[in-house]
Nanobody, 125 residues
Framework: QVQLVESGGGSVQAGGYLRLACTAS????????LGWFRQAPGKEREGVAV????????YYADSVKGRFTISQDNAKNTVYLQMNNLKPEDSAMYYC??????????????????WGQGTQVTVSS
């Protein structure tokens, strides 16, 4: 089992920024992808950003591209999500996840086996 713990959520006004962090109980393995997902009340959980544990170009949902940046520090077993220019529609519970998704479904939640408890992000207009 892998435990994931998110932190950094909070309440900000539109245009503000937050940096989320997720720390895992073990170092990511070579096949692992680390992702951030979010779920607003009444909506499906959606992929936000994903990074391969060994590096490479991250994947982003179109809705956050250019505003959010995912990064990792393997020495600290931590993945970050820098969220800039936040919008009210970004409000959601944000979860980090670890898994081995399908190559063509990187931002789909089905490929991720381990999930954190979530950290709340609220953006007011």
């Amino acid at each position: 089992q892998v435990q994931l713990v998110e932190s950094g959520g909070g309440s900000v006004q539109a245009g503000g920024y937050l940096r989320l962090a997720c720390t895992a109980s073990r170092i990511a393995r070579g096949s692992d992808y680390l992702g951030w997902f979010r779920q607003a009340p009444g909506k499906e959980r959606e992929g936000v950003a994903v990074i391969f544990s060994l590096g490479g170009t991250p994947y982003y949902a179109d809705s956050v591209k250019g505003r959010f940046t995912i990064s990792q520090d393997n020495a600290k077993n931590t993945v970050y999500l820098q969220m800039n220019n936040l919008k009210p529609e970004d409000s959601a519970m944000y979860y980090c996840a670890l898994g081995i998704p399908s190559r063509y479904r990187i931002l789909q939640q089905s490929g991720y086996a381990y999930w954190g408890q979530g950290t709340q992000v609220t953006v007011s207009s």
